[in-house]
Nanobody
Framework: QLRLVESGGGLAQPGGSLTLSCVASGTSLAHYGVAWFRQVPGKEREGISCVTEKNGITRYVDSVKGRFTLSRDNAANTVTLQMINLKPEDTGTYFC???????????????????WGQGTQVTVSS
């Protein structure tokens, strides 16, 4: 059974940076597409980035393009989200999610992801 654990959240100032990690256990993450979602209270979970199972192709929503970089290290069973030039609207709880053989074709839809971590809080504030 795949288990995902996020870390790296915290408080950052506007313009600052944070790096989030999603570490998998229980099975190899190599066969999964992995996405990051964020959620703020009262709103739906928003898919912001995804990396495919094959070839490690990455996709981003427009609001984070050029600021967030997603990468995967299959040997370490880890997916990393580097975030720079953070904005207050990036505040939220960040979740990683995995989809077996995932292609990220509909990565903004949380329904397709069967495995979730517990989330890590990111707060961007001066």
């Amino acid at each position: 059974q795949l288990r995902l654990v996020e870390s790296g959240g915290g408080l950052a100032q506007p313009g600052g940076s944070l790096t989030l990690s999603c570490v998998a256990s229980g099975t190899s993450l190599a066969h999964y597409g992995v996405a990051w979602f964020r959620q703020v209270p009262g709103k739906e979970r928003e898919g912001i980035s995804c990396v495919t199972e094959k070839n490690g192709i990455t996709r981003y929503v427009d609001s984070v393009k050029g600021r967030f970089t997603l990468s995967r290290d299959n040997a370490a069973n880890t997916v990393t989200l580097q975030m720079i030039n953070l904005k207050p609207e990036d505040t939220g709880t960040y979740f990683c999610a995995a989809d077996l053989f995932g292609t990220c074709s509909d990565f903004e839809n949380p329904i397709i992801f069967g495995h979730w971590g517990q989330g890590t809080q990111v707060t961007v504030s001066s």
